[in-house]
């Protein structure tokens, strides 16, 4: 089965942490771009974050900018968000989405665009 499954999310308060994975079961990673999305409670799900094929090239939207991180290693099929200084507006679902083409998340990239979704990972920020 091809699917993506993302993990790491979880309960932290403000000013913490949280490191998300993207794992890619049934094919590889190596010729898809991944970008993060989130779906705030109340809001449309937003591009956050997303890195080329070759990992040199990455986008972030102002909200999470010097906060966020995200990289891949391709020897695991993996895809990391790496989440610093997390505030109260972080706390969404948290997806994954492969595509074959490199989004950049400013304005948020068309979903149909992208061949893979994971189902997401809760992130909740709170005191």
């Known amino acids: 089965q091809l699917q993506l499954v993302e993990s790491g999310g979880g309960l932290v308060q403000p000013g913490g942490s949280l490191r998300l994975s993207c794992a890619a079961s049934g094919f590889s990673l190596d010729h898809y771009a991944i970008t993060w999305f989130r779906r705030a409670p109340g809001k449309e799900r937003e591009g956050v974050a997303s890195?080329?094929?070759?990992?040199?090239?990455?986008h972030y939207i102002d909200a999470v900018m010097g906060r966020f991180t995200v990289t891949r290693d391709n020897a695991k099929n993996t895809q990391y968000l790496q989440m610093n200084n997390l505030k109260l507006d972080d706390t969404a679902i948290y997806y994954c989405a492969a595509s074959r083409y490199f989004w950049a998340v400013r304005p948020s990239p068309p979903e149909k665009s992208f061949d893979y979704w994971g189902k997401g990972t809760p992130v909740t920020v709170s005191p």
């Open positions: 890195i080329d094929i070759s990992g040199k090239n990455v």
